[in-house]
């Protein structure tokens, strides 16, 4: 699984500027890079926050204006996308987890990894439905603010 999530990094790293591979640190140790680790930590805690109270304006503020997500449903939308599903009521989570289990800055962009458990209503495919997924998040520092502009999530199969 480590080694999943390594590649998956170093398949978006080309997108936000080579250089900064080379300043790669491990926010899991005691690296300088604790505070943006805690930062964006509280980040993601806000979005789950804005998620559960359907707050678009949060979310707006949180994710980049070019924000895109491959959904659980295997759409890949974006922002404006996801923030009309919302205020439209096809898209309603009722109840989130997130479990973050990986951390690595990357200079000015940041991997966050691992596994949430989300109940939906609305109109979409998996209202009615509570899914276990795992989440690739990616973040970068736009204007001096750290802003959310990929996310990955998919459903985990439950085994038969």
């Known amino acids: ?22 300043a790669a640190q491990n926010v899991n140790g005691n690296h300088e890079g604790g505070g943006v680790e805690a930062e964006i930590r509280s980040l993601n805690a806000q979005e789950v926050s804005a998620l559960l109270a359907h707050d678009t ?7 980049s204006d070019d924000f895109v997500v491959t959904n659980p449903v295997n759409k890949l939308v974006t922002k404006q996308q996801v923030l009309a599903m919302m205020e439209s009521g096809a898209l309603v989570i009722t109840a989130l987890s997130r479990q973050i289990e ?10 966050v990894a691992g596994s949430e458990t989300a109940t939906f209503a609305g109109t979409l495919p ?22 959310q502009v990929a996310r990955h999530a998919n459903i985990v199969p439950q085994p038969q």
């Open 126 to 147: 998996l209202a009615g439905k509570t899914a276990a997924l795992r989440f690739t998040n990616i973040w970068t520092r736009q204007a001096g603010r750290w802003r």
């Open 1 to 22: 699984m480590k080694t999943s999530i390594r590649l998956a990094a170093l398949a978006v790293a080309p997108l936000f500027a080579v250089g900064h591979l080379a």
């Open 102 to 111: 990986y951390v690595h800055v990357y200079g000015d962009f940041v991997v």
């Open 57 to 63: 304006k949060t979310l707006a503020a949180i994710w």
